[in-house]
């Protein structure tokens, strides 16, 4: 579906968003290799997208451009059940995060993940549109949420444009990726295996935000 007018920036640019769905498996596989491309290799997998758009607990956005179009942004959200709270908590120090997991306190986690622009399109404002766009989809779900911004020394960190939307810094994590690129299948650009890139810990506050009895669990 898309969403939204394609932006006009000065001319110079239109784009479209599109939210990809269940039966849109050759839109998640290039998507997919963008994010390999611009992110690392290993990101997630085809079939586990897929899956995980079936069960409505993910958001899963392609931003396409030019004449035939072509994907230059993927981004992804999605709502955590416990066992995807245990994923993002177990890289960090104890006491990082509560370890009482969502079901258990009524909360309604959320999670931004795999943000990516291919660089002639960035500076433009599609990572902000493409946040926005998940922002408000968060917002209808969830109690709060949380981010990992990759403080890699390439060019292109989403850390300014996650501020301007309201996220707030919560600490700075050492090696959070150090498993995933040792042992798991990730691979960081910047460092290959293993990665030692530190990541900056936001949350969205969120009130008023859905309580637990509202929606079904998802991953
Ligand atoms: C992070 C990333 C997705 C941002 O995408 P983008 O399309 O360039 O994002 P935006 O254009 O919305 O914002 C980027 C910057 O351009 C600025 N900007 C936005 N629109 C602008 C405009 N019309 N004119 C000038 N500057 C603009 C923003 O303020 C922001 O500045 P800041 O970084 O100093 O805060 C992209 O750089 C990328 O793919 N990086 C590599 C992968 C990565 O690090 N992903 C994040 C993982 S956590």
């Known amino acids: 579906m898309a969403v939204g007018p394609p932006r006009d920036s000065?001319?110079?640019?239109?784009?479209?968003?599109?939210?990809?769905?269940?039966?849109d498996r050759q839109a998640v596989a290039d998507a997919g290799s963008l994010a390999d491309a611009v992110l690392g290799r290993g990101m997630f997998t085809v079939e586990q997208v897929l899956e995980d758009l079936r069960d409505g607990a993910l958001l899963f956005l392609a931003a396409y451009?030019?004449?035939p179009p072509v994907p230059v942004g993927v981004a992804a959200a999605r709502v955590l059940d416990d066992d995807g709270y245990r994923d993002l908590t177990a890289p960090?120090?104890?006491g990082t995060l509560p370890a009482t997991p969502p079901s258990a306190g009524g909360r309604r986690i959320?999670?931004?993940?795999s943000l990516a622009v291919t660089a002639p399109m960035r500076g433009r404002g599609l990572g902000s549109a493409l946040t926005a766009h998940r922002t408000r989809w968060l917002?209808?779900?969830?109690t709060e949420a949380y981010t990992i911004s990759w403080l890699h020394n390439r060019q292109g960190r989403s850390e300014g444009l996650l501020r301007a939307l309201g996220r707030q810094p919560v600490t700075i994590l050492h090696?959070?990726?150090?498993?995933a690129t040792t042992t798991g299948d990730l691979s960081c650009l910047q460092c290959g295996r293993p990665c030692h890139c530190p990541g900056l810990?936001?949350?969205?506050?969120?009130t008023g935000g859905r309580t637990a009895s509202g929606l079904g669990a998802g991953r």
């Open 65 to 67: 451009a030019g004449k």
């Open 175 to 179: 090696d959070y990726w150090l498993q």
């Open 10 to 23: 000065g001319g110079m640019t239109t784009w479209a968003i599109t939210e990809l769905g269940p039966h």
């Open 110 to 113: 959320g999670r931004l993940s």
């Open 92 to 94: 960090m120090p104890p």
């Open 201 to 206: 810990l936001l949350r969205l506050p969120i």
């Open 139 to 142: 917002r209808e779900r969830c």
